[in-house]
């Protein structure tokens, strides 16, 4: 089991670099993944997502990419800038159920 | 941008009080949930609402909670009994019909003394 105070892995990247955040998922049988970001003291906010028929998907800015094989996603982030400093979550939802896992949380942090 | 809202931001209670937690969903979505993140821990799920009922809801959910949607609009989710480890923040998330992406409110901050 968990222990409380989970401590969050951090990633830090220099302003402008790439940033890549990975998870990994629980559920063989999810078919839905997506990542959403959290600023301190604000809800989860949607990034981008993917279904487990695709294995890359490109927004702005960010792409996801999803290996079925190990049960991985990773969300890479291109010319990382400050307002990207958050925590970010993986979520997978299993088809035919109505909820979302989450992940622990990635948190980044980017220097100037 | 319609978004998902939740009032109040932050709600302090007795143990053992009764707390309704408020949420309007975006107008349009037809699917509701709760969940909650104890401080520093993983986001949890409590439960799903579709047409009027409960489609889903985790261990968490036990008797001491239970959610409404009393009109059009609202989305409420009441603890009966707080106790201490009631004490996190609760997010509220809404999706439409047709996808399968939920978009969350910005929380409540519980905090049972």
């Known amino acids: 089991g968990e222990s409380v105070g989970l401590h969050l892995p951090t990633l830090s990247v220099q302003e402008g670099d790439n940033s890549i955040i990975n998870c990994a998922y629980s559920?063989?049988?999810?078919?839905?993944f997506i990542w959403y970001k959290q600023e301190s003291g604000k809800g989860p906010q949607f990034i981008i997502d993917?279904?487990?028929?695709?294995d890359k998907r490109q927004g702005q800015r960010v792409t996801v990419l999803l290996n079925k094989t190990v049960k991985h996603l990773s969300l890479q982030i291109a010319a990382t800038q400050p307002g990207d400093s958050a925590v970010y979550f993986c979520?997978?939802?299993?088809?035919?159920?109505?909820?979302?896992?989450f992940g622990t949380g990635t948190r980044l942090k980017v220097l100037a | 941008e319609p978004e998902v809202t939740q009032t109040p931001s932050h709600q302090v209670t007795q143990m053992g009080q009764e707390v309704i937690l408020r949420c309007v969903p975006i107008?349009?979505?037809?699917?509701f949930y709760w969940y909650r993140q104890i401080l520093g821990q993983k986001v949890e799920f409590l439960v799903s609402?579709?047409?009027?009922?409960?489609?889903?809801k985790s261990e968490i959910f036990d008797d001491q909670f239970s959610v409404e949607r009393p009109d059009g609009s609202n989305f409420t989710l009441k603890i009966r009994s707080t106790k201490l480890e009631d004490s996190a923040m609760y997010f509220c998330a809404s999706r439409t019909k047709g996808t399968d992406t939920q978009y969350f409110g910005p929380g409540t901050r519980l905090t049972v003394l």
């Open positions: 559920n063989s049988a999810s078919d839905y």
């Open positions: 107008s349009n979505h037809l699917y």
């Open positions: 609402f579709y047409n009027n009922e409960i489609s889903e």
């Open positions: 979520a997978e939802n299993a088809g035919g159920t109505y909820k979302y896992i």
């Open positions: 993917i279904r487990s028929n695709m």
